[in-house]
């Protein structure tokens, strides 16, 4: 089964950043089950084949502030180093945080280390993205939508995929981890569908 | 949270408005953009005089501002009315019905980033047969009052959204790649009663106008 975790504070906002993906794996005929990621049981995590970490609202940072939920994500030694997980905007954050906090990621104090790893980046809006090598099945130039505000550096045992200054597209080079700055939920749900396909 | 409808009067805006509501969350007014230029190309125009009828069958405030209805010149009117809501209701986001125009999400989400206020968009990428079933599913009724794309015809007008108006837009669908909740315009919509309503609305008089595939019916409302 494929667990969407949601990051979204406010409910409502769900039927926008998770409803969506969760359409998609609906017609693409992909069990699927939702979890807010401050209810996340263990259970949850070993039931899951695949992990998917939504994307919320630009006003709400919320999981920012909650980062030591995340902590199954950090380490060498995490139990979900096989597991394909895709992280959208948020999602894409909460990867990278994880991985350059590391075992940090549990003091409610880190928000202070942010100030060196985050930029204030606005992108609203359809953007031309090119891919400079297959990306859970998008190449080329493609275009996506985007809505964050925010950009964070990318660690090094992340690749970048996309040719633009600020990245768009990672994964990591040792466990089947992606995340994209976009929302392909709008745009381009084929990647969905690709990463939903991974064995 | 106190929010207010970014409201046309039509099934979209006011079935956000009900989502919103059913979750909790107070809808401290309504806006409406009353564009001069009939084509504006952000906002709903057929009886959109009308939302303050519906404003007050839902017992909610509105603001209506008025614009020339000019592109790009049209959003800088709807910042002055959300700023408005802002100082006067004390809001802390917006709602919209938008479905799939990024066109419009997009303006809309620019503003209430300027104005640090959250934007709910709940109908966001929703398949749209299945939008207009929950709509049938939780009691709103609908008719057509404006349309604008082939092979509409004036006898659209007054047509009432119901199972078989589905099966219709669905045929247009496979046949014309209808869009069927008609948020390219093809058609435009107005609610006459829903669970928001204390009464439903009845349509007093209308006139019709228009010729070939373009036609919109002007409601005057109690």
């Known amino acids: 089964m494929i667990l969407i975790i949601s990051t979204c504070k406010e409910k409502l906002h769900e039927k926008e950043f998770v409803e969506p993906i969760e359409t998609i794996l609906k017609d693409s005929g992909k069990k699927h089950f939702t979890r807010h990621y401050t209810n996340i049981k263990k259970g949850d ?44 905007c948020a999602g894409m954050q909460i990867l990278t945080l994880v991985e350059y906090l590391g075992q940090e990621v549990g003091n409610l104090n880190v928000k202070a280390n942010f100030a060196n790893i985050q930029k204030k980046q606005l992108e609203i809006g359809y953007f031309k993205e090119e891919f400079k090598q297959e990306f859970l099945g998008l190449q080329g130039k493609q275009e996506v939508y985007h809505l964050h505000q925010n950009t964070f550096k990318i660690p090094k045992n992340y690749e970048t995929y996309t040719l633009s200054k600020t990245p768009q597209a990672i994964k990591h080079t040792e466990k089947p981890w992606y995340a994209t700055l976009f929302h392909p939920e709008v745009r381009n749900k084929e990647l969905i569908q690709t990463f939903a396909e991974l064995t | 949270m106190k929010l207010a409808t970014l409201f046309s009067g039509g099934k979209d805006s006011t079935y956000a408005t009900y989502l919103a509501k059913k979750q909790g969350h107070e809808i401290a007014c309504l806006i409406s953009i009353i564009p001069e230029n009939k084509d504006s190309y952000m906002f709903h125009t057929p009886s959109i005089n009308q939302t303050e009828t519906q404003a007050k069958h839902m017992n909610m405030p509105i603001i209506q501002q008025k614009t020339k209805g000019k592109k790009e010149e049209e959003i800088q009117d709807l910042e002055k009315a959300i700023q408005k809501a802002k100082k006067e209701y004390s809001i802390q986001g917006i709602i919209t019905g938008a479905v799939e125009s990024v066109y419009q999400a997009t303006r809309i989400q620019k503003i209430c980033h300027k104005l640090q206020l959250e934007c709910f968009n709940p109908l966001w990428q929703k398949n749209q047969l299945h939008l207009l079933e929950e709509l049938i599913k939780n009691k709103f009724e609908i008719i057509i009052i404006g349309i604008a794309a082939y092979p509409l015809e004036k006898n659209w007008l007054g047509k009432k959204i119901d199972k078989s108006f589905i099966k219709e837009v669905e045929t247009l669908q496979k046949k014309y790649g209808f869009n069927p909740a008609g948020e390219g315009g093809e058609y435009e919509t107005f609610v006459t009663n829903c669970p928001l309503f204390k009464t439903p609305i009845s349509i007093e008089q209308y006139k019709d106008t228009g010729k070939e595939h373009s036609w919109r019916r002007t409601l005057h409302t109690k």
């Open chain 1, 45 to 88: 995590l070993q039931n899951a084949k695949k992990i998917i970490i939504t994307g919320t609202s630009l006003q709400d940072n919320e999981y920012l502030n909650n980062l030591e939920t995340f902590s199954y994500l950090r380490g060498k030694e995490t139990l979900l180093k096989q597991t394909p997980i895709l992280g959208i």
